[in-house]
């Protein structure tokens, strides 16, 4: 069907601004990742300092005061996914993690935290109906609130009963290999043997011990343990996802670039043809 020059000059005035919102989105994912990153990996630093300190309580009081811990109370599934759309299909490969870890053999029915209203839809298509729903944050100075608010749900439901009797994972997107994504469950509790080994060589000249009540002790350590995971989680959740928005920009850019260059093309096209047309009648109507 052919276009007039009207409406190939429209076209081409839509597309030009609907590639600068494309640009301009692709920048701000791009900028939005970075501190998300940072914060990811400055929270290692804790997270590596938490874990120390269970390695020496375990250490010093016996592996099975934390991995033995009885009957476990309830069990804690906090998802991370998108408040934000144009990042493809990246709340459903997070929500079909949590299917699969929640259809899984041995896997025991319990309470369901989704964090972003996107993944909420994507977990109910999944057949995954989530019992409470948080907000992601905007910032990262947001992820050490939305980290410590997941931590007094988590221990409110609990019941008052020690965190050793909960068993709580982590689903999200993490980064892969090549700038790739990929969905993780990590388990938090009950704590892996492999967190409760001392290092071969301890950080510092003294073997460590401490003098405060060990179930005290044990709780802040337990605490800090989710803090810094779920903080982690969070960070890794919003970078990739910025990720998925940036590659899915890129797309998005190619494609209107080419359909610009097509359609100035045809413009092109039509206004020479109108010229051609002007000139030879300026020639007809001289001749005659």
């Known amino acids: ?4 020059l009207e409406q190939l000059a429209r076209q081409e005035q839509t597309l030009v601004s609907i590639h600068g919102i494309v640009r301009t989105m692709k920048t701000l994912a791009a900028i939005n990742a970075a501190p998300y990153e940072q914060a990811a990996t400055a929270i290692d630093g804790f997270r590596q300092t938490v874990r120390h300190g269970l390695a020496a309580f375990a250490w010093r009081m ?6 033995d811990s009885g009957a476990m109370q309830r069990q804690v599934l906090v998802v991370f996914g998108s408040d934000h ?4 299909n990246y709340n459903a490969v997070v929500a079909r993690a949590a299917q699969h870890f929640l259809d899984a053999p ?6 369901v935290l989704c964090v972003g209203a996107r993944l909420h839809d994507a977990l109910a298509d999944a057949g995954v109906p989530a019992d409470q729903l948080l907000v992601p944050p905007a910032s990262v100075d947001g992820i050490g ?15 008052g009963a020690p965190l050793t009797r909960l068993a709580v994972q982590l689903a999200y997107t993490r980064r892969a290999g090549h700038a790739e994504r990929e969905p993780h469950v990590a388990t938090l509790l009950p704590l892996q043997r492999a967190l409760l080994a001392p290092p071969r060589r ?3 000249r003294s073997l460590p011990d401490f003098g405060m009540a060990p179930a005290a002790l044990l709780a802040a350590l337990l605490r800090h343990h ?5 903080f982690h989680a969070a960070a890794e959740a919003l970078v990739t ?15 209107v670039e080419e359909r610009l260059e097509t359609v100035r093309r045809e413009l092109s096209g039509v206004r020479q043809e109108q010229i051609t047309e002007e000139l030879m009648d300026i020639v007809i109507g001289h001749m005659q």
Do not use: K
Request: proline share 3%.
């Open 226 to 230: 989710v803090f810094a995971s779920v």
């Open 241 to 255: 996802e910025n990720a998925a928005r940036l590659a899915l920009m890129q797309q998005a850019e190619q494609s």
């Open 62 to 67: 016996g592996n099975q005061v934390l991995t």
């Open 1 to 4: 069907m052919a276009h007039t």
């Open 145 to 159: 609130r939305l980290a410590g608010d997941i931590v007094t749900r988590v221990e409110q439901l609990g019941r």
């Open 106 to 111: 041995g896997a025991q029915p319990g309470v």
């Open 85 to 88: 759309g144009f990042c493809g």
């Open 202 to 204: 301890w950080p510092g």
